[in-house]
């Protein structure tokens, strides 16, 4: 299997653990944050829709309008990316979230499926802003793989406490 391939797979795969996670908690439940987290599902939505856009799709292929025109990317920026989980609250529509995160994640995925494996040796391309781990768009797409999964765990923490704990459908034998 081709490293693009193996990369296209894992994404595949977080993206359904970030949608499966974030599908199961109310969207009444979004804009609560608890205090031993500081953190709410409406901020880790947004903050997961901004990170996938910068790691796997505007450090690897530039901007897309298709994007922009649609996702307020600037104004998002400012508040999923370094802004206080708090100042989400009552801001924002977790259905208009959640179609925003399912954009992006299509975009990503198009993005990955056009790279072959030389393409993964290549810098990122340029951006104002310089990638925390990447120098090259396999260390990208590969830390967005990371990064969400991280994620992925503080949604399950929350989900616990705001909702209820997270049904795995494990199932005991005998």
């Known amino acids: 299997m081709k490293q693009v391939e193996i990369l296209l797979k894992q994404t595949e795969e977080t993206y ?18 608890p205090e031993v987290i500081e953190s709410n599902v409406t901020w880790q939505a947004g ?4 990170s996938f856009y910068f790691h796997s799709v505007m450090v690897i292929s530039g901007h ?18 370094t802004g206080k989980p708090e100042n989400t609250v ?16 299509l975009k990503s995925l198009e993005v990955i499926k056009s790279l072959s494996d030389h393409d993964l040796n290549m810098t990122l391309h340029s951006s104002p802003v310089t990638h925390p781990i990447a120098s090259n768009k396999f ?5 967005n793989i990371k990064h969400a999964m991280w994620h992925c765990g503080q949604l399950g923490i929350l989900k616990r406490i705001v909702h ?9 034998n005998g």
Not at 16 to 33: F, K
Not at 64 to 81: A, G, H, S
Not at 90 to 105: H, I, S
């Open 164 to 172: 209820e704990r997270f049904d795995f459908g494990l199932k005991r």
């Open 64 to 81: 897309q309008m298709d994007i922009i025109r649609q996702i307020p990317l600037k104004d998002y920026d400012e508040i999923f990316t």
């Open 47 to 50: 903050h997961l829709l901004m």
């Open 16 to 33: 359904s653990w970030v949608n499966r996670l974030l599908s199961s908690i109310p969207y009444e439940q979004w804009d609560i944050t």
């Open 90 to 105: 009552g801001k924002y529509k977790p259905d208009q979230l959640m179609k925003q995160l399912m954009l992006v994640e």
């Open 139 to 143: 260390e990208a797409l590969d830390w």
